[in-house]
């Protein structure tokens, strides 16, 4: 039997997950200060990746999902988010993945269980106050921009909790190798999801002949399409879970795919890309 996740460790990961999100929830009409913009990225990465081990630990477990409802938060007069406290942030975060990571394969127990569902809550609430912030935050110009110009579009908005958020429409621009997607014209928001197919978690399964995503899988994506803030229609799922089993299929040899999350027009466009995976030490 798998090991156990012990309540009192996800009850305090809750708490302190609850205080971060308290913390940005009130600064949702902040922008990010001088130096503070080039960690946002990293943040929501980190954040994505740990609604996405959670969420199949949820999954795992037989846990239903929390509800995505944000929690009110009283507003502070507009100010900046300093530098210094976004690496104290992203610190703090990338502590808390690892520490998941070397136990994703442990079970959630009973007494877990909701503080483990307040912990994927926070996670969601997180990346969407976070976002928001960085929507006021102007971007830094391209290299040899004209002084005055525009700089990289970003949602003036996130999408609305329980309102479907359409991805862009049009076909985007595919790449040669492995049928990936291009990227969108305007920046990603920095967040990622590393789908490797391992034997203990394979990400496709045979169903009467034909390959289709595992649960693990559809846990993982949706995860990181809820961690973005990204709820979409049983219709769009469908195709997106469709898209996703062909860029798996289409992996190359000794690299894993990772989805990404750009915009285009304001409206988030995901996309793929594929790096190599990490080699396993002799013996392993």
């Not at 200060?33 to 999954?59: C, H, T, Y």
């Not at 935050?137 to 479907?164: D, H, L, Y």
Request: hydrophobic letters at 40%; aromatic letters at 6%; one cysteine or more.
């Amino acid at each position: 039997m798998a090991d156990e996740l012990p309540a009192a460790d996800l009850q305090k990961a809750s708490e302190n997950l609850g205080r971060l999100h308290a913390f940005l929830a009130a600064r949702t009409s902040w922008a990010v200060g001088a130096g503070g913009d080039a960690l946002v990225p990293e943040i929501l990465g980190a954040i994505g990746e740990l609604s996405s081990l959670m969420g199949g630990m949820l999954q795992e477990s037989g846990i239903s999902f929390p509800r995505r409802d944000v929690i009110a938060v009283d507003q502070l007069p507009e100010g900046e988010l300093d530098a210094d406290r976004l690496r104290q942030v992203s610190s703090f975060l990338l502590q808390m993945k690892r520490w998941f990571v070397h136990r994703c394969d442990w079970r959630i127990g009973g007494a877990g269980r909701e503080p483990a569902r307040q912990v994927q809550a926070f996670l969601i609430g997180l990346s969407a106050s976070l976002r928001t912030i960085a929507a006021h935050t102007p971007a830094p110009a391209e290299p040899g921009t004209p002084a005055g110009s525009p700089g990289p579009a970003v949602p003036s908005e996130p999408p609305k909790a329980g309102q479907p958020h359409k991805f862009a429409s049009g076909p985007a621009p595919t790449a040669a190798a492995g049928g990936t997607e291009a990227a969108p014209a305007e920046r990603s928001n920095g967040a990622r999801l590393e789908l490797e197919d391992r034997v203990e978690a394979p990400l496709l399964v045979m169903f009467r002949g034909a390959s289709e995503l595992s649960s693990v899988a559809r846990e993982l994506i949706d995860g990181f399409l809820g961690a973005n803030g990204i709820e979409l229609g049983a219709t769009d799922l469908r195709r997106f879970y469709v898209k996703v089993l062909k860029w798996i299929e289409n992996t190359p040899e000794g690299q894993m795919l990772v989805l990404k999350i750009g915009w285009r027009d304001g409206i988030p466009a995901p996309y793929s890309s594929y790096v190599p995976r990490a080699r396993e030490a002799p013996g392993d």
